[in-house]
């Protein structure tokens, strides 16, 4: 199926070179790059590997230990690339497999490690599978890979069942057969670009377990799986009953999210990717009702890490935070896998706007806010974020302290779920605008040819040139936060915290000699000084022994001194 052929798969020694320190990804803090908005490498506004490629040094000199990749397959492109046509080959927007390996290869070499998307879900209307399984007509072998039911109705006219796509609308499609008659309806949970596969049918498994071995054989070191969740669907494909289905997601399993099913999956490629060496890894986007059943996918036999939306969806408050950890944590340990923490992606508002606005407006929010508030809390979530135990997830950008672009024109976005009515709010085109690394320029550095995305004027300031190098930038605070993590054997992996006494609304913990302390109150409160200041996101001042902490700072103490 594929058109592109790699270079010689990666040997055990290239992959080596990054494997120096046993469970890495226990502590790892990881970039998430969305390809299309990183670096444009030859001047046609849309980002691709080679610019990625030119600018991992930036990201190793950041201090991270992995590259997460958005995807960049052969992709009719109904939404970003999750609409996969062909899972070997690459798109020709983003270059070819020699790309992909010359990235692989160099990220190594630099002491980076690879994850690639991965998308199992669903596959694009364009894959091979899909289209001669429309082609063949009913009773195709072709059409049992994939969620193909005759309607209800006196003549099918009806949707098999009452299921909603997350996009907004049915999640059922109905086709035109060969004879042009409407005929059967497929399933399609996100856009109707995207057939759900039938994940009961054997082919389908053993094209995937095909494909984690071909990017193994690559030299990738790990796979984010996409709506991980999703795969299993409950038998009968039954009613849910609800007309406001949206509203439950992430509160309750689904007949479509969440099944158990899904675990005896994820055994089976935990055993494929166990025969490589330098402990490669599989990362779940896994949306679930509670920490408690995101931990089900972590087990020893199954992946290695799972997003942490709960937290991601905490508001800037102590309490709720720290409730949050506490649940993160008591979760973990009996799995014995690493807690995530994660504040932004390519899915929601950046956090950098979401707490400039007032709580409860939820992960998508439509408006600026109070911009100066915004950058100095996401700062001190930051420093929080990386002092808790387990591993970090960076979205590209939020080390320049980027808000979200809220006022993009309607004729420029491209988000799908913003053109079908429903669903989504469709507004996540403004976390994906490309990033700045140059004061001037069609596109502040991203290329030599504007951008797909209009960049705002202001972020010309907020560039990497202009942050490197200036005391007090956020580019500057995530580098020494990264480096002081690094260094300090108390930070990283573990499964506790110790909670200190602490004023109300601000959180204090100890770790080994480490302490942290995060104010999310607007008001400046007295803590005591617990040692040498190692970094604040802010300005503290002390005497006597005790430590005046600003609105909305958050300190790292290391007690020793």
């Known amino acids: 199926m594929s058109q592109q052929h790699p270079a010689a798969p990666a040997t055990d020694s290239a992959v080596a070179t990054v494997a120096s320190r046993r469970d890495w990804w ?16 030859n001047g046609d506004g849309m980002g691709d590997l080679e610019g990625v490629r030119s600018r991992l040094p930036y990201l190793r000199d950041l201090g991270v230990d992995a590259v997460w990749l958005s995807p960049f397959y052969a992709s009719p492109q109904a939404d970003a690339g999750y609409d996969v046509a062909d899972y070997r080959a690459v798109d020709p927007m983003f270059g070819n497999l020699l790309d992909a390996d010359a990235l692989i290869r160099d990220a190594h070499e630099l002491g980076l490690r690879i994850i690639v998307d991965l998308v199992p879900n669903h596959s694009s209307d364009q894959h091979e599978w899909f289209k001669r399984a429309l082609a063949e007509g009913p009773g195709s072998p072709l059409r049992e890979r994939y969620h193909f039911r005759p309607g209800k109705g006196k003549n099918g006219e009806l949707p098999p069942n009452d299921w909603e796509s997350i996009f907004g609308g049915p999640a059922w499609t109905r086709v035109t057969e060969p004879d042009g008659r409407p005929g059967e309806w497929y399933l399609h949970l996100f856009a109707p670009e995207q057939p759900d596969f039938n994940w009961e049918h054997p082919a389908v498994g053993d094209e995937f377990r095909s494909i984690l071995r071909f990017w193994l054989d690559m030299g990738v070191d790990g ?20 007309h406001d289905q949206l509203k439950l997601l992430g509160n309750d399993v689904m007949p479509f999210f969440d099944q158990d099913g899904v675990h005896a999956i994820y055994r089976q490629w935990r055993k494929v990717l166990d025969e490589y060496a330098g402990e490669r890894i599989f990362v779940a986007e896994a949306w679930t009702p509670t920490v408690e059943r995101t931990a089900n996918y972590v087990r020893p036999d199954e992946l290695h890490q799972a997003f942490n939306f709960q937290y991601l969806g905490t508001e800037w408050d102590a309490a709720e935070l720290r409730a949050v950890i506490d649940r993160t944590l008591e979760a973990m340990r009996p799995v014995g896998a690493p807690a995530t923490w994660v504040l932004s992606n390519h899915d929601v508002t950046r956090h950098a706007t979401r707490f400039a606005n007032p709580p409860g407006l939820g992960t998508q929010i439509r408006t600026a806010g109070d911009r100066a508030l915004g950058l100095r809390r996401a700062r001190a979530a930051t420093l929080l974020m990386l002092a808790l135990p387990g591993s970090v997830y960076v979205y590209q950008g939020e080390e320049l302290g980027l808000p979200d672009v809220v006022d993009l024109p309607d004729e420029v976005r491209q988000d799908p779920a913003y053109f079908r009515g429903a669903g989504q709010d469709g507004f996540r085109d403004g976390c994906r605008v490309p990033i700045p690394w140059t004061r001037e320029g069609s596109s502040y550095g991203f290329g030599s040819g504007g951008s797909w995305l209009p960049q705002p004027s202001a972020w010309a300031e907020l560039s ?32 506790a915290v110790e909670w200190l006494r602490a004023p109300e609304g601000v959180l204090a913990f100890r770790r080994g000699e480490f302490v942290c302390v995060a104010n999310t109150t607007g008001e400046s409160v007295t803590t005591p000084a617990y040692g040498r200041v190692l970094l604040t996101s802010g300005e503290v001042t002390e005497a006597d022994g005790e430590a005046k902490v600003p609105a909305d700072t958050t300190v790292w103490w290391s007690a020793t001194d």
């Not at 226990?26 to 490498?41: E, K, M």
């Not at 796979?223 to 609800?242: E, N, T, Y």
């Open 223 to 242: 796979f984010r799986i996409d709506v991980a969740h999703g795969l299993v669907k409950a038998d009968g494909l039954p009613d849910l009953g609800s």
């Open 464 to 495: 990497v040139e202009a942050q490197t190098g200036v005391p007090g930038s956020t580019l500057e605070l995530y580098r020494a936060a990264l480096s002081v993590r690094r260094s300090q054997p108390d930070l990283g992996a573990g499964e």
């Open 26 to 41: 226990r502590d790892a803090v990881i970039y998430q790059v969305y390809p299309r908005s990183f670096a444009d490498s």
